[in-house]
Protein backbone atom coordinates (compact mmCIF):
# COMPACT_ATOMS: atom_id res chain seq x y z
CA UNK A 1 0.00 0.00 0.00
CA UNK A 2 2.89 2.25 -0.87
CA UNK A 3 1.73 5.84 -1.91
CA UNK A 4 3.43 6.51 -5.88
CA UNK A 5 6.47 7.46 -5.57
CA UNK A 6 7.70 10.85 -7.08
CA UNK A 7 10.59 10.72 -9.36
CA UNK A 8 13.25 13.16 -8.98
CA UNK A 9 12.32 15.24 -12.12
CA UNK A 10 8.95 14.86 -11.09
CA UNK A 11 10.25 16.52 -7.63
CA UNK A 12 11.65 18.66 -9.56
CA UNK A 13 9.12 19.47 -11.91
CA UNK A 14 6.51 20.02 -8.83
CA UNK A 15 9.02 23.43 -7.66
CA UNK A 16 9.25 24.52 -11.44
CA UNK A 17 6.78 27.71 -10.56
CA UNK A 18 8.76 28.73 -8.36
CA UNK A 19 12.89 29.50 -7.56
CA UNK A 20 13.82 26.12 -10.07
CA UNK A 21 11.49 28.13 -12.41
CA UNK A 22 14.08 31.30 -11.89
CA UNK A 23 16.53 28.63 -13.12
CA UNK A 24 14.56 27.26 -16.31
CA UNK A 25 14.37 31.32 -17.19
CA UNK A 26 18.10 31.65 -16.95
CA UNK A 27 17.96 33.84 -14.12
CA UNK A 28 20.07 32.29 -11.47
CA UNK A 29 19.90 34.59 -8.61
CA UNK A 30 20.82 34.13 -4.69
CA UNK A 31 19.06 31.65 -3.79
CA UNK A 32 17.16 30.42 -6.66
CA UNK A 33 18.71 26.94 -6.52
CA UNK A 34 18.37 25.98 -2.90
CA UNK A 35 15.08 24.06 -4.13
CA UNK A 36 17.23 22.35 -6.57
CA UNK A 37 19.87 21.35 -3.58
CA UNK A 38 17.09 20.44 -1.51
CA UNK A 39 15.68 18.06 -4.24
CA UNK A 40 18.89 17.30 -4.48
CA UNK A 41 19.51 15.97 -0.67
CA UNK A 42 15.81 15.02 -0.42
CA UNK A 43 16.65 12.10 -3.16
CA UNK A 44 20.09 10.78 -1.78
CA UNK A 45 22.93 12.35 -3.79
CA UNK A 46 24.31 13.11 -0.17
CA UNK A 47 26.44 17.20 -0.15
CA UNK A 48 28.84 16.99 -2.03
CA UNK A 49 27.36 15.52 -4.89
CA UNK A 50 24.41 17.80 -4.81
CA UNK A 51 26.76 20.64 -4.30
CA UNK A 52 28.24 19.34 -7.53
CA UNK A 53 25.37 19.22 -9.38
CA UNK A 54 24.06 22.21 -8.31
CA UNK A 55 27.06 24.25 -8.62
CA UNK A 56 26.58 22.68 -12.53
CA UNK A 57 23.42 23.70 -13.09
CA UNK A 58 23.79 27.26 -11.57
CA UNK A 59 26.84 27.59 -13.98
CA UNK A 60 25.02 26.28 -17.35
CA UNK A 61 21.94 28.49 -16.29
CA UNK A 62 24.09 31.47 -16.30
CA UNK A 63 25.56 30.86 -19.22
CA UNK A 64 22.27 30.63 -21.20
CA UNK A 65 21.85 27.14 -21.85
CA UNK A 66 19.16 25.96 -19.63
CA UNK A 67 16.56 28.09 -21.47
CA UNK A 68 13.78 25.58 -21.28
CA UNK A 69 12.95 22.55 -19.17
CA UNK A 70 13.82 20.07 -21.98
CA UNK A 71 17.41 21.55 -21.84
CA UNK A 72 17.34 21.22 -17.77
CA UNK A 73 16.03 18.02 -18.08
CA UNK A 74 18.96 17.28 -20.23
CA UNK A 75 21.70 19.40 -18.21
CA UNK A 76 20.90 17.11 -15.77
CA UNK A 77 20.71 14.30 -17.00
CA UNK A 78 23.96 14.59 -18.64
CA UNK A 79 25.60 15.51 -14.99
CA UNK A 80 24.38 13.07 -13.27
CA UNK A 81 25.72 10.23 -15.77
CA UNK A 82 29.15 12.36 -15.59
CA UNK A 83 29.52 11.62 -11.91
CA UNK A 84 29.01 8.00 -12.65
CA UNK A 85 31.57 7.99 -15.36
CA UNK A 86 34.16 9.70 -13.35
CA UNK A 87 36.86 8.41 -11.63
CA UNK A 88 37.17 4.24 -11.14
CA UNK A 89 33.75 3.57 -12.29
CA UNK A 90 34.06 0.40 -14.96
CA UNK A 91 30.81 -1.66 -14.35
CA UNK A 92 32.60 -4.97 -15.89
CA UNK A 93 33.65 -7.95 -13.74
CA UNK A 94 37.46 -8.56 -13.47
CA UNK A 95 37.56 -12.21 -14.68
CA UNK A 96 40.15 -15.09 -13.55
CA UNK A 97 42.69 -15.32 -16.59
CA UNK A 98 43.12 -19.19 -15.83
CA UNK A 99 40.72 -21.74 -12.91
CA UNK A 100 37.50 -20.08 -11.45
CA UNK A 101 37.08 -16.56 -11.08
CA UNK A 102 36.54 -15.46 -7.54
CA UNK A 103 34.15 -13.39 -6.46
CA UNK A 104 33.70 -12.28 -2.78
CA UNK A 105 30.33 -10.28 -1.57
CA UNK A 106 30.27 -8.45 1.64
CA UNK A 107 27.90 -6.45 3.64
CA UNK A 108 25.54 -5.61 6.33
CA UNK A 109 22.66 -8.19 6.87
CA UNK A 110 19.50 -7.73 5.18
CA UNK A 111 21.40 -5.33 2.58
CA UNK A 112 20.26 -8.05 -0.03
CA UNK A 113 23.59 -10.43 -0.20
CA UNK A 114 21.68 -13.81 -0.21
CA UNK A 115 19.71 -12.41 -2.75
CA UNK A 116 22.19 -10.64 -4.95
CA UNK A 117 24.49 -14.04 -4.69
CA UNK A 118 21.23 -16.25 -6.23
CA UNK A 119 20.77 -13.61 -8.94
CA UNK A 120 24.14 -13.32 -9.94
CA UNK A 121 24.78 -17.44 -9.93
CA UNK A 122 21.43 -17.64 -12.53
CA UNK A 123 23.25 -14.60 -14.68
CA UNK A 124 26.25 -16.57 -14.67
CA UNK A 125 23.80 -19.63 -15.37
CA UNK A 126 22.81 -17.90 -18.16
CA UNK A 127 25.97 -17.78 -19.77
CA UNK A 128 26.45 -21.08 -19.81
CA UNK A 129 28.65 -21.11 -16.74
CA UNK A 130 29.72 -23.44 -13.87
CA UNK A 131 28.79 -21.64 -10.53
CA UNK A 132 29.80 -22.90 -6.95
CA UNK A 133 28.73 -20.79 -4.03
CA UNK A 134 30.60 -20.75 -0.53
CA UNK A 135 28.71 -20.07 2.50
CA UNK A 136 30.94 -18.51 4.87
CA UNK A 137 28.59 -16.92 6.45
CA UNK A 138 28.92 -19.83 9.00
CA UNK A 139 27.02 -17.48 11.97
CA UNK A 140 23.60 -17.81 11.00
CA UNK A 141 22.17 -21.74 10.13
CA UNK A 142 19.24 -19.54 8.30
CA UNK A 143 21.89 -17.98 5.94
CA UNK A 144 23.16 -21.36 5.14
CA UNK A 145 19.73 -22.42 4.35
CA UNK A 146 18.96 -19.63 2.14
CA UNK A 147 21.84 -19.66 0.03
CA UNK A 148 21.69 -23.44 -0.64
CA UNK A 149 17.99 -23.04 -1.91
CA UNK A 150 19.23 -20.53 -4.27
CA UNK A 151 22.14 -22.84 -5.63
CA UNK A 152 20.01 -25.58 -5.95
CA UNK A 153 17.13 -23.36 -7.68
CA UNK A 154 19.97 -21.63 -10.77
CA UNK A 155 21.63 -24.85 -10.69
CA UNK A 156 24.99 -24.01 -8.61
CA UNK A 157 27.62 -26.41 -7.06
CA UNK A 158 27.41 -25.19 -3.00
CA UNK A 159 30.00 -26.29 -0.25
CA UNK A 160 29.17 -24.81 3.20
CA UNK A 161 29.85 -26.13 6.76
CA UNK A 162 28.13 -26.67 10.11
CA UNK A 163 27.31 -23.49 11.47
CA UNK A 164 30.29 -21.67 13.87
CA UNK A 165 32.95 -23.36 11.64
CA UNK A 166 35.75 -20.85 10.77
CA UNK A 167 34.69 -19.07 7.54
CA UNK A 168 37.99 -18.94 6.68
CA UNK A 169 37.88 -22.68 6.24
CA UNK A 170 34.52 -22.50 4.20
CA UNK A 171 36.13 -20.06 1.69
CA UNK A 172 39.02 -21.73 1.67
CA UNK A 173 37.17 -25.41 0.44
CA UNK A 174 34.74 -23.46 -1.76
CA UNK A 175 38.27 -22.82 -3.99
CA UNK A 176 39.54 -25.68 -3.49
CA UNK A 177 36.14 -27.13 -4.79
CA UNK A 178 35.77 -24.87 -7.48
CA UNK A 179 39.18 -26.01 -8.57
CA UNK A 180 39.05 -29.18 -8.72
CA UNK A 181 35.07 -29.36 -9.94
CA UNK A 182 36.68 -27.06 -12.85
CA UNK A 183 33.73 -24.23 -11.97
CA UNK A 184 34.17 -20.79 -13.96
CA UNK A 185 32.93 -18.69 -10.92
CA UNK A 186 32.93 -19.30 -7.48
CA UNK A 187 31.15 -17.06 -5.18
CA UNK A 188 31.84 -16.75 -1.79
CA UNK A 189 29.40 -15.37 1.09
CA UNK A 190 30.62 -13.64 4.35
CA UNK A 191 28.76 -12.64 7.34
CA UNK A 192 27.19 -9.56 7.97
CA UNK A 193 26.36 -9.18 11.47
CA UNK A 194 26.89 -5.86 12.95
CA UNK A 195 29.22 -3.84 10.40
CA UNK A 196 30.65 -1.83 13.47
CA UNK A 197 31.85 -5.20 15.25
CA UNK A 198 35.52 -5.21 15.35
CA UNK A 199 35.21 -8.96 15.21
CA UNK A 200 33.20 -8.84 12.22
CA UNK A 201 35.72 -6.81 10.04
CA UNK A 202 38.86 -9.05 11.63
CA UNK A 203 36.80 -11.92 10.47
CA UNK A 204 36.58 -10.41 6.97
CA UNK A 205 40.10 -9.55 6.70
CA UNK A 206 41.08 -13.17 7.10
CA UNK A 207 38.69 -14.74 4.70
CA UNK A 208 40.02 -12.31 2.23
CA UNK A 209 43.75 -13.26 3.22
CA UNK A 210 42.93 -17.20 3.36
CA UNK A 211 41.32 -16.74 -0.58
CA UNK A 212 44.34 -14.69 -1.82
CA UNK A 213 46.59 -17.32 0.09
CA UNK A 214 44.75 -20.66 -2.00
CA UNK A 215 44.61 -18.69 -5.12
CA UNK A 216 46.92 -16.15 -6.79
CA UNK A 217 44.78 -12.78 -7.76
CA UNK A 218 41.98 -14.09 -5.94
CA UNK A 219 39.49 -12.87 -4.78
CA UNK A 220 39.39 -11.31 -8.28
CA UNK A 221 36.34 -9.21 -6.95
CA UNK A 222 35.41 -8.09 -3.37
CA UNK A 223 31.62 -6.85 -4.09
CA UNK A 224 30.14 -4.31 -0.99
CA UNK A 225 26.30 -4.84 -0.85
CA UNK A 226 24.46 -2.27 -0.03
CA UNK A 227 20.84 -1.35 0.54
CA UNK A 228 19.95 1.56 -1.42
CA UNK A 229 16.92 2.54 0.45
CA UNK A 230 19.11 3.70 4.09
CA UNK A 231 20.19 6.54 2.10
CA UNK A 232 23.56 8.53 3.58
CA UNK A 233 24.03 5.02 5.89
CA UNK A 234 25.25 3.51 3.19
CA UNK A 235 28.38 5.92 2.46
CA UNK A 236 28.83 5.13 6.43
CA UNK A 237 28.84 1.28 5.52
CA UNK A 238 31.01 1.35 2.41
CA UNK A 239 33.64 3.63 4.04
CA UNK A 240 33.88 1.11 7.14
CA UNK A 241 33.72 -1.58 5.12
CA UNK A 242 36.34 -0.47 2.91
CA UNK A 243 38.78 0.40 5.40
CA UNK A 244 38.40 -3.67 6.05
CA UNK A 245 39.11 -4.97 3.06
CA UNK A 246 39.94 -3.83 -0.30
CA UNK A 247 36.57 -3.34 -2.04
CA UNK A 248 36.81 -3.56 -5.98
CA UNK A 249 32.84 -3.05 -6.96
CA UNK A 250 29.56 -1.92 -5.09
CA UNK A 251 26.07 -3.36 -5.36
CA UNK A 252 23.11 -1.21 -4.27
CA UNK A 253 19.97 -3.46 -3.98
CA UNK A 254 16.11 -2.31 -3.57
CA UNK A 255 16.21 0.28 -5.92
CA UNK A 256 12.42 -0.44 -6.62
CA UNK A 257 11.67 0.18 -3.34
CA UNK A 258 13.01 3.50 -3.02
CA UNK A 259 12.83 7.04 -5.85
CA UNK A 260 15.49 7.83 -4.06
CA UNK A 261 18.54 6.18 -6.59
CA UNK A 262 21.04 9.28 -5.56
CA UNK A 263 22.44 7.02 -3.42
CA UNK A 264 24.25 5.08 -6.33
CA UNK A 265 25.82 8.50 -7.36
CA UNK A 266 26.86 9.27 -3.55
CA UNK A 267 28.58 6.21 -3.01
CA UNK A 268 30.55 6.01 -6.46
CA UNK A 269 31.44 9.27 -5.59
CA UNK A 270 32.29 8.90 -2.03
CA UNK A 271 34.50 5.58 -2.33
CA UNK A 272 35.42 6.07 -5.97
CA UNK A 273 34.51 2.55 -6.59
CA UNK A 274 32.02 1.52 -9.40
CA UNK A 275 28.75 0.01 -9.25
CA UNK A 276 28.60 -3.29 -10.63
CA UNK A 277 24.94 -4.02 -10.24
CA UNK A 278 21.61 -2.88 -9.37
CA UNK A 279 18.83 -4.98 -7.59
CA UNK A 280 15.74 -3.81 -8.79
CA UNK A 281 13.56 -6.83 -7.04
CA UNK A 282 13.34 -10.29 -5.69
CA UNK A 283 13.27 -12.70 -8.02
CA UNK A 284 16.41 -14.26 -9.96
CA UNK A 285 16.16 -12.38 -12.90
CA UNK A 286 15.92 -8.97 -11.33
CA UNK A 287 20.05 -7.93 -11.22
CA UNK A 288 20.84 -5.64 -13.56
CA UNK A 289 24.62 -4.70 -15.13
CA UNK A 290 25.07 -1.30 -14.17
CA UNK A 291 24.58 1.26 -16.91
CA UNK A 292 25.70 4.51 -16.10
CA UNK A 293 23.55 6.06 -19.10
CA UNK A 294 20.18 4.72 -18.62
CA UNK A 295 20.17 5.05 -14.79
CA UNK A 296 20.89 8.77 -15.58
CA UNK A 297 17.97 8.76 -17.66
CA UNK A 298 15.64 6.75 -15.38
CA UNK A 299 16.57 8.96 -12.70
CA UNK A 300 15.81 12.44 -14.78
CA UNK A 301 12.71 10.97 -16.58
P1 LIG B 1 21.15 -10.63 3.45
O1 LIG B 1 20.80 -10.72 4.92
O2 LIG B 1 22.08 -9.50 3.17
O3 LIG B 1 21.62 -11.90 2.89
O4 LIG B 1 19.80 -10.18 2.72
P2 LIG B 1 18.73 -11.02 1.89
O5 LIG B 1 19.26 -11.39 0.56
O6 LIG B 1 18.15 -12.09 2.73
O7 LIG B 1 17.66 -9.87 1.63
C1 LIG B 1 16.96 -9.22 2.67
C2 LIG B 1 15.56 -8.88 2.18
O8 LIG B 1 15.62 -7.93 1.11
C3 LIG B 1 14.82 -10.09 1.62
O9 LIG B 1 13.47 -9.99 1.98
C4 LIG B 1 14.98 -9.93 0.11
O10 LIG B 1 13.92 -10.54 -0.61
C5 LIG B 1 14.96 -8.42 -0.05
N1 LIG B 1 15.70 -7.96 -1.23
C6 LIG B 1 16.96 -8.24 -1.61
N2 LIG B 1 17.28 -7.58 -2.76
C7 LIG B 1 16.19 -6.88 -3.12
C8 LIG B 1 15.88 -5.96 -4.21
O11 LIG B 1 16.68 -5.66 -5.10
N3 LIG B 1 14.63 -5.43 -4.20
C9 LIG B 1 13.72 -5.70 -3.23
N4 LIG B 1 12.52 -5.12 -3.32
N5 LIG B 1 13.97 -6.53 -2.21
C10 LIG B 1 15.19 -7.10 -2.14
Do not use: C
Request: a negative charge; proline letters at 3%.
Amino acid sequence: GDAPKKSLWQRIKDVATTDVGVILRGGVKDGSLEDLEEILLGADFGVPTTLALVDKIGGYAQKGFIRTEAEFQDALRRLVEAELREGNSDPALRMAAQGPTVILVIGVNGAGKTTFIGKLAAHFRKQGKRVLVGAADTFRAGAIDQLRLWAERTGADFVASKPGTDPAAVAFDAIDAGVTRGADVVIVDTAGRLHTSGGLMDEMKKVHRVIGKRMEGAPHETLLVLDGTIGQNAVQQAKQFSEAVPITGLVVTKLDSTAKGGVVVAVHEALDLPVKFIGVGEAADDLEAFDPAAFARELTE
